[in-house]
């Protein structure tokens, strides 16, 4: 219900705005009570293409958001970190999420198929029949999702280093910079409508700001911040005119948050300083929006990672 929210906001809503609609915190719902949210009601998004990064579970507002998004009627498509691709799919294929797939009207959210760019360029741009001018298998079916293997710390395949490349985690595949999934999906889908930045990564998260060394700082801020401004940069162009740019920001930007270290409070002031004037400039120069929300803290898998055992972790904090 919470994602359905958020995006009634932004989706209904002028460009750069900061707000926080919501005050509590909220636990991740068991397995048992995969409720869909339900917003086709108030938006339809029938005809829409969305494109989300940072999927790679059922219990982020990631997921949440997609299934929103296809309860509305959009045809949904996400980016997860390649590292953590395989476990996906795997998850996806074994039914693991099915519960957590079930849309307001019984239907499922289903995802037709993890895109992996290690299959020749050709393959996809040179094939039309098989995904852009194929109405009934990919292009125009609602609930439909295709998952591309997405780094957002790397802006251009020139910015992958070897290390990168000759790690197992990234075996058989490449592709994965932004600019490179962007053109992916124009190929796939063509212009786009609704863009949500739904990722954020600290290395020394753990670690107090007082203890956080330069690397670990500015690493929170490319992987946490400037992913959403290059991700605007490279999905801009292939958005339609009104198109929404979304991400999500979180309180501990202006309030400290105790565990939510490493330089992520300041990555996530910098995300909502760069959401004006990223509304001001990517308005002008694709008549597009763009605003961050604080849903406010969700005890989601990646979340309650963060934390040394046998301590109170930061989401409890910001939840208690």
Not at 124 to 130: A, K, R
Not at 215 to 229: K, Q
Not at 231 to 242: A, H, R, S, T
Not at 298 to 316: H, N, Q, V
Request: proline share 5%.
């Amino acid at each position: 219900m919470r994602a359905a929210v958020i995006l009634a906001l932004a989706l209904g809503s002028a460009s750069a705005f900061v707000t926080r609609p919501f005050n509590a915190g909220i636990r991740a719902a068991p397995r048992t009570a995969a409720a869909a949210p339900r917003m086709a009601a108030s938006i339809d998004l029938t005809g829409k293409t969305a494109f989300i990064a940072g999927v790679a579970d059922s219990t982020g507002y990631g997921w949440a958001i997609a299934k929103a998004l296809a309860d509305a009627g959009a045809t949904v498509t996400v980016g997860t970190w390649p590292p953590v691709l395989q476990i996906f799919q795997k998850s996806i294929a074994s039914g693991k999420f099915a519960e957590d797939s079930i849309l307001s009207d019984g239907s499922t959210m289903e995802i037709a198929k993890v895109y992996t760019t290690h299959h020749p360029p050709h393959t996809t741009h040179h094939t039309p029949h098989t995904t852009h001018h194929t109405p009934h298998t990919t292009h125009h079916t609602p609930h439909t999702a295709k998952v591309y293997p997405l780094d957002a710390v790397f802006d251009t395949a020139e910015d992958v280093p070897e290390e990168t490349k000759n790690n197992k985690r990234y075996a058989g595949l490449d592709g994965y910079s932004i600019s490179e999934v962007a053109k992916a999906v124009e190929a796939d889908y063509g212009k786009i409508d609704i863009l949500v930045h739904s990722l954020a990564n600290g290395p020394e998260v753990v670690k107090p700001l007082l203890e956080t060394s330069r690397n670990g700082y500015l690493m929170a801020s490319s992987a946490s911040a400037y992913s959403f401004v290059s991700l605007v940069q490279k999905f801009g162009p292939i958005m339609n005119e009104g198109g929404a740019c979304l991400s999500l920001t979180y309180i501990a930007s202006e309030r400290v948050i105790p565990g939510y270290g490493g330089g992520m409070s300041s990555a996530k002031a910098q995300l909502e300083s760069d959401t004006r004037t990223l509304a001001w400039e990517a308005g002008r120069a694709h008549g597009i929006r763009v605003n961050t929300i604080s849903a406010g803290p969700l005890k989601s898998r990646a979340a309650s990672a963060i934390g040394e055992k046998g301590t109170k972790s930061f989401i409890e904090y910001a939840i208690d």
